[in-house]
């Protein structure tokens, strides 16, 4: 109970002094217009997910699911992002991939970040005056990289 009753008080304690909201980030989708075949964008993502994205440690399971016929795979993944005092802040998400001709459209969600003891896991919210978060940040550079890596092989 006393356990119980600290986390509590913790998880109040950031929210009152934060400069967040307690409305969770939701990321728009990335589209990108690639000049490829659906086959071609689908395959050549799947083998740059695999160069460039780190499954969780948690997670025995990197691919949630792989559907080539639809052109759809989605990625549990894990990376960190910086934070103040040059502290890494582990981000976990999970990666949605569609691929169409000439279309490719990634998208992020259930974004959480780890914030150590004692409260660990958590959403990442909206910032207060409405700038752009570092886990943000850290997506957009995920999605601009694997992009280009698609772009550049189908």
């Not at 549990?76 to 934070?83: D, E, L, N, S, V």
């Not at 919210?125 to 886990?135: F, L, R, V």
């Not at 940040?137 to 999605?143: G, P, Q, Y």
């Amino acid at each position: 109970m006393i356990k119980k009753l600290i986390v509590l008080s913790a998880a109040l304690a950031v929210t009152a002094c934060s400069t967040v909201t307690n409305e969770p980030v939701k990321i728009a989708p990335f589209e990108y217009n690639i000049s490829a075949s659906k086959n071609d964008i689908y395959l050549t993502a799947v083998d740059c997910t695999l160069e460039l994205i780190t499954a969780p440690t948690s997670n025995g399971q990197f691919f949630d699911y792989q559907d080539k016929e639809s052109g759809r795979l989605a990625v549990a993944f894990q990376t960190k992002y910086p934070a103040t005092f040059g502290v890494q802040i582990p981000l976990k998400t999970t990666m949605t991939i569609k691929a169409s001709d000439n279309k490719l459209n990634i998208r992020f969600g259930a974004l959480q970040q780890d914030l150590g003891s004692p409260i660990f896991w958590t959403n990442v919210y909206k910032e207060k005056d409405g700038s752009t978060s570092e886990a943000e940040i850290k997506l957009k550079e995920t999605a601009n990289s694997l992009s280009n890596c698609i772009r550049e092989r189908a």
